[in-house]
């Protein structure tokens, strides 16, 4: 349930983002990605400029952090439970969840097209894993968020040009 629900958190917030978009189309082209040759032959493939997505922020001590769910909150029992991991591990992962759109916005300026899904795994080793088409080249970076929310904390990001669809139903939609 905790993982639906973040599914839908984040498809709702871009859904959102897409209804009430404006023309930033003079941003777009500043923010033109790089080309390089791929490692599977002469194809050329379009490459995410990191740099571009940096926040600036520097990575939080987690030893010291103070997070904004409490460690024996309902919420962070719940997910514990759910994901069968320790509460310190759901607490993090529930702050660092609730950040991560402020990351895919900054990947998706770059993607536009190329984009064809994502997902946010749970349990010990969180990630933020972006589908896109097979032009993009695959690479990966560790995003640090700087949102006052969950500021400081570190959200993987892995780019996987294998064109998956993610696996979140239709409301009503049955799984066969």
Partial sequence: M??????????????MWALTGCDNSAETTAKKTDTSVSTTGSAVANT???????????????????????????NVRDYAEYFKVDNT??????????????????????LSESYVSHELTDGNEMKLIIHTTPDVAASSYDYVLSDDFAKGLVLPIVIQPDGKKGEAKAHGEVVE
């Fill in 2 to 15: 905790p993982k639906r629900l973040i599914t839908m958190l984040i498809i709702t917030t871009v859904s």
């Fill in 48 to 74: 995410i400029d990191w740099s571009v997505m940096d926040s600036g922020e520097k990575p939080a001590d987690l030893a010291n952090y103070q997070y904004p769910f409490a460690l024996d909150s309902q």
């Fill in 89 to 110: 591990t759901a607490q993090h992962n529930l702050t660092v969840s609730m950040a991560s759109n402020e990351a895919l916005s900054k990947a998706l300026d770059q």
